[in-house]
């Protein structure tokens, strides 16, 4: 990967001198020796080739509800920390990984957007979407892509600011730009090298004010005394920056986590409390709040978005059909599945079917 052109670009506008490595295993030994492998995974990055599928399905389980989502894997890990960041764990070891050999990613790609039916493609599972915009062309490379079809939409989610670039791109309404949000205080806690809830909305509005469709993701909520108002003041600030008939969908989801994270949060987050409430072991093994404590912030978030928004798809994610009942009073399958939902939201907002547009317009407002 060190003849590759990119690499040199890359290593250039970071002010970095690139290592040329002979075996990748001398970087994971290294990054495992440190006393925070984590961190020095986030000061690491690793250039090289992507040898599996760049196109993969989201990583949900078959006890919880999934929306289907496919992934375009361009690289691992992210230089922000945050303390219930799963990917700490998931990866052995964590590594800043970015994926070299583009012209692999564009032939897959391209084999799926030239397939005619509707997908949900997104960049920000394994990494966030946008720490790469300092140093690739990527994310331009991308947006560019796919407003040349009308099958697909890529999303772009971050909890950054970086989108400069970005809006003055012909995008055609197929990239959705997308934030997850929490409150200030689950922010300066336990979103450490973030952007704050101010800056990531007045992001957001400079896209709505370019023509790109956004998207808005609260997951993972955090329950602790007072949250609920918290979340209030959240959702009404969201509102005041975004029209609602600009956002195609928000997610909702609480934190859950791979028992093996709590050691791993106490010991580099000391001062968070968030490994502390009142969890139980979900059907995935993952610690999840107990399910009525799910159910009541749940309502009043719902609640609080509908005042503003109500008719913008809201889904959960990875929660059972018996929370989606007992919260939205209706489960996906009785809408043809949550993947069907999302599909027509991002059909009436990315003009992927006009011909759907008039059904879309008369679907009742209770979720998507």
């Not at 496919?70 to 990917?87: E, K, N, P, S």
């Not at 994310?139 to 400069?164: G, M, S, Y």
């Not at 399910?291 to 809201?314: E, F, G, M, Q, T």
Request: net charge neutral.
């Amino acid at each position: 990967m060190a003849d590759r052109p990119e690499a040199a670009t890359i290593a250039g506008r970071l002010g970095l001198k690139a290592e040329v490595v002979a075996d990748i295993r001398q970087v994971f030994a290294e990054i495992n020796a440190d006393a925070d492998p984590v961190e020095r995974g986030k000061r690491t990055l690793l250039l090289t080739a992507n040898r599996g599928a760049w196109l993969r399905q989201c990583p949900g389980t078959r006890y919880y509800t999934c929306c289907n989502y496919q992934i375009l894997h361009v690289g691992t890990f992210c230089t922000m920390d945050c303390a219930y960041c799963i990917l700490q764990a998931y990866f052995h070891p964590p590594v800043l990984q970015y994926f070299l050999n583009r012209e692999e990613m564009v032939l897959e790609l391209d084999r799926r957007l030239a397939q005619p039916e509707i997908a949900r493609i997104g960049t920000g599972e394994f990494t966030d979407s946008l720490i790469w915009e300092p140093c690739t062309d990527l994310n331009p490379w991308l947006v560019e892509r796919f407003a040349a079809q009308r099958h697909c939409i890529l999303e772009l989610k971050t909890k950054t600011v970086a989108v400069d670039r970005l809006l003055a791109l012909d995008h055609r309404r197929k990239t959705i730009m997308a934030w997850s949000l929490n409150t200030p205080r689950v922010i300066a806690t336990d979103e450490r090298r973030t952007a704050s809830l101010d800056a990531r909305l007045a992001a957001a509005a400079r896209c709505v004010a370019a023509g790109f469709p956004v998207a808005f993701h609260f997951d993972p909520m955090v329950i602790y005394d007072g949250c609920q108002e918290e979340y209030r003041r959240t959702i009404q600030r969201l509102f005041e920056k975004i029209p609602a008939d600009q956002i195609v969908w928000i997610s909702l989801g609480t934190f859950r986590f791979m028992p093996d994270l709590k050691e791993m949060v106490e010991a580099r987050f000391p001062r968070s409390t968030i490994v502390y409430g009142e969890f139980v072991r979900g059907l995935d093994d993952k610690m999840r709040y107990f399910k009525p404590l799910r159910i009541s912030l749940y309502r009043d978030v719902v609640d609080w978005i509908r005042r503003y928004a109500p008719a913008v798809c809201l889904y959960f994610c990875m929660e059972s059909e018996e929370v989606w009942e007992r919260v939205f009073g209706f489960s996906p399958s009785a809408k043809g599945g949550l993947p069907a939902m999302l599909d027509t939201a991002a059909k009436f907002h990315c003009d992927l079917a006009p011909e759907v547009r008039w059904q879309v317009q008369s679907t009742e407002a209770t979720g998507c």
